[in-house]
Nanobody
Framework: VQLQASGGGLAQAGSSLRLSCAAS????????MAWFRRAPMKEREFVAA??????TTYYADSVKGRFTISRDNAELYLQMNNLRPDDTAVYYC???????????????????????WGQGTQVTVSS
């Protein structure tokens, strides 16, 4: 089972990038999925999550209103608008192993919920 994140790169502040995450070896179209990131010298942090149905989304306060998580069958996306230098990080996609599971809100923000992780894609935002 593999999650492959792509779409990172170098961007200027105020611009946009779109990250994608494709799965192989397993169908995650009915699983909770999320994006996390790790900035240099910092711990991994939650960015956004989406319910298994796609009907509910969750965002970190730092990205709310700028980032949008979405899914299309088994592929996961993160549209990042109005990028800021502090968005610079390696971005990881993640998936819950359980299908059609719904959790209380705080659980989605916790890395421990997710059993599968992608290799990460670097996003660098210059000022």
């Amino acid at each position: 089972v593999q999650l492959q994140a792509s779409g990172g790169g170098l961007a200027q502040a105020g611009s946009s990038l779109r990250l994608s995450c494709a799965a192989s070896g397993r169908d995650f179209s009915n699983n909770v999925m999320a994006w996390f990131r790790r900035a240099p010298m910092k711990e991994r942090e939650f960015v956004a999550a989406i319910s298994w149905s796609g009907g509910t989304t969750y965002y970190a306060d730092s990205v709310k209103g700028r980032f949008t998580i979405s899914r299309d069958n088994a592929e996961l996306y993160l549209q990042m608008n109005n990028l800021r230098p502090d968005d610079t990080a390696v971005y990881y996609c993640a998936a819950d192993r359980s299908q059609r599971r719904t959790y209380t809100g705080p659980a989605y923000y916790t890395g421990g919920l997710y059993d599968y992780w992608g290799q990460g894609t670097q996003v660098t935002v210059s000022s």
